[in-house]
């Protein structure tokens, strides 16, 4: 079936500087694409969404990417803090039918002081 | 506004046993979904909802069934546990519209 799928399990940046977390996906008739952040023992925290019909979206100190030519996605952390360390999800969906979210299996980051 | 209320938080079975996991919502939402998470691995999607009196199965319903006799609820019953039924349990709801999902916290079982 379609999936959504990530490129690097753990990313380690150092506090301060920029990260970047890739995402593959293959359900191209899909209307949004989200990123979650899921910290130890809790559930997915929502972080951004994109629609389908955009290319890039800006939150504070986040900004996810689309790229539809080649089903990628991308979410960018800027001026990275330990708080940000947990395990982040791409995670896609459709405005139509059961509208459940499917998950890619995860990135996690970690933040070196 | 408790938002997704889950119960129990933590739960160890025996092979064979039965056992109902609660979800609860306060947001009026129609859509509820119940996912599951192995170690390491994203969420994977055992029941979902539309509304009251509609349930459908997800991608891995197998061991599981659902019943949604009221909006607020959406509880899932594992009638008789296996080692493999062992994970991490979400649920999850929203409305009509929109990506606002809202998890739950979570009920870690442990099926030995």
């Known amino acids: 079936g379609e999936s959504v799928g990530l490129h690097l399990p753990t990313l380690s940046v150092q506090e301060g500087d920029n990260s970047i977390i890739n995402c593959a996906y293959s359900n191209s008739a899909s209307d949004y694409f989200i990123w979650y952040k899921q910290e130890s023992g809790k559930g997915p925290q929502f972080i951004i969404d994109?629609?389908?019909?955009?290319d890039k979206r800006q939150g504070q100190r986040v900004t996810v990417l689309l790229n539809k030519t080649v089903k990628h996605l991308s979410l960018q952390i800027a001026a990275t803090q330990p708080g940000d360390s947990a395990v982040y999800f791409c995670a896609e969906t459709s405005e139509t039918g059961r509208r459940a979210l499917t998950f890619g299996s995860g990135t996690r980051l970690q933040v070196q002081p | 506004n408790a938002g997704v209320t889950q119960t129990p938080k933590f739960r160890i079975l025996k092979i064979g046993q039965s056992m109902t996991l609660q979800c609860t919502q306060d947001?009026?939402?129609?859509?509820m979904y119940w996912y599951r998470q192995d170690p390491g691995m994203g969420l994977k999607l055992i029941y979902y909802s539309v509304g009251a009196g509609i349930t459908d199965k997800g991608e891995v319903p197998n061991g599981y069934n659902v019943s949604r006799s009221t909006t607020e609820d959406f509880p899932l019953r594992l009638e008789l546990a296996a080692p493999s039924q062992t994970s991490v349990y979400f649920c999850?709801?929203?409305?009509?519209?929109?990506?606002?999902?809202?998890f739950g916290s979570g009920t870690r079982l442990t099926v030995v």
């Open positions: 947001m009026n939402h129609n859509y």
């Open positions: 994109i629609r389908s019909n955009m």
């Open positions: 999850a709801s929203t409305k009509a519209g929109g990506v606002g999902y809202t």
